[in-house]
């Protein structure tokens, strides 16, 4: 029994679409998905459809893609009212979200690992990946000096809450809230679409993206908390890295010009236990 993880899987892609439906079953094992299943609920549908017969488990949190709700959809369908509906979607299909209880990671017949649970987490980001001399109010401008915007400024709506960041505060109270009633003596596998950390956002062709990759809140969580693996997505920057005794897994697909489409999706999926 093993567990997998992917991210960033953008099914809207042709090339991506297929390399979901020609994954191979592996019954046994689970596999995280840390968000960007694509643009639309019914991208998503398609993954759950697609991958929960192949595997044992599923553990899904959202991306920004996946709440995008172009205009002019009406606000009781944006912002955390669709992201409320792609948890009830992951449900019907079985697959556990942030929003239910941590699942205890079964480990192996022969040989159990210590309890471990699996916590899928959704924080988003308040801009707060930038220099100290920038203010919180002029990130999107100083990002526009460099010619970077991201689509979220149209497309991710933060209703009922004020801005994004706004909801990114309300998501990381909720987070360390459920962290903190995790028993002495457990572990975690901490999943967040995000990097936890400012100096983990580092985009090389497009430093100022930062802005929109995380929130400082949770720089510190992987000594905070009892975590020994961090799986998140987002960067489109596949890496692997320690740090303090964690393991930080970027474990992204991307688009099909960030990944060999003969490799496959296996090819691409990062072992975690």
Known sequence: MKLWATSDLHVGFEENRRAVEALESSRDDWLIIAGDTGESAA????????????FAQ????????????PRPWPA???????YRRLVELCRRYGALTPEDRYAEWPGTADAPDPRIVIAPAF?????SFRPDNVLAEDAVAWAAESDVRCADEELLSPEPYRSRGEWCHARVRETERRLDEIPPGVTIILVNHFPLRRDHAVLPRIPRFSIWCGTRASEEWHVRYSLRTVVYGHLHLRSSRELDGVRFEEVSLGYPRQWKVERGLAGYLRQIL
């Open 43 to 54: 991208h998503l549908e398609f993954v759950l459809k697609t991958l929960t017969p192949k």
């Open 58 to 69: 599923l553990i899904w949190t959202p991306g920004n893609h996946d709440l995008w709700t």
């Open 76 to 82: 009781d369908r944006r912002g955390d009212a669709h």
């Open 123 to 127: 924080v988003l980001y308040d801009y």
